[in-house]
Each structure stands twice: as C-alpha cells, then as structure tokens.
Nanobody, 116 residues
C-alpha cells in the first residue's frame, strides 16, 4: 500500500504563486508515476500534471508555462509549483500515484483558492 500526504494549499491572489507538496510512504516499488489532479466545484476531476521516475512530464494545456511539476526521488516526493495563478485554478488538488499511470493511489486533497 501507498499513502500520499499533500501540503501547501491555501488562499492566494490572482497572479500569485503556491507550491504543493506530496510525500509518499509505503510500498515505493509500486510507484513509477506521480502527479496532480484537481477538481473544481461542479466540474469533473482533471489531470493537471504528472511526472515519471525517469523525469518525463505531462501537463494539461491550461497550465503549460505556468505550472511546473518536479520530484525528489530520494524522498519520493512530488511538487507542483504554480505561478501566475488564475481564478479558474481554484479547486481541490489531489496527489495521485501509480505504476503505468497515476490513479492507483490518492491523497486526501488540498484546497487552492485564487481570489481577485
């Protein structure tokens, strides 16, 4: 089993920045990809970004150039640096992990609220 614990959410003004962290514990052998999903009120959960152990990254178009996903393989921790935040980035952000793709394991979620 894998446990994921997120931190770093909060309230920020539009144009500001936040950094989310997700620390994994447990059976690291079952993790090859980690990433972040988000779910805004009334919307479906969407994949924001993910990163493989080898460093391959993937971003949803709406965050390209603004968000950066990175990892610390030694600590099995993934980060999401969010710059130039917009009102539409407001959502609950969930850390996720898996072997082929994310989605096997989930964190509890952290709220990100962007205000005008």
């Amino acid at each position: 089993q894998v446990k994921l614990v997120e931190s770093g959410g909060g309230l920020v003004q539009a144009g500001g920045s936040l950094r989310l962290s997700c620390a994994a514990s447990g059976n690291f052998a079952s993790i090859n990809v980690m990433g972040w999903y988000r779910q805004a009120p009334g919307k479906q959960r969407e994949l924001v970004a993910d990163i493989s152990r080898g460093g391959r990254t993937n971003y949803v178009d709406s965050v390209k150039g603004r968000f950066t996903i990175s990892q610390d393989n030694a600590k099995i921790t993934v980060y999401l640096l969010m710059n130039s935040l917009r009102l539409e980035d407001t959502a609950v952000y969930y850390c996720s992990a898996g072997w082929i793709t994310v989605g096997n394991y989930w964190g509890q979620g952290t709220q990100v609220t962007v205000s005008s």
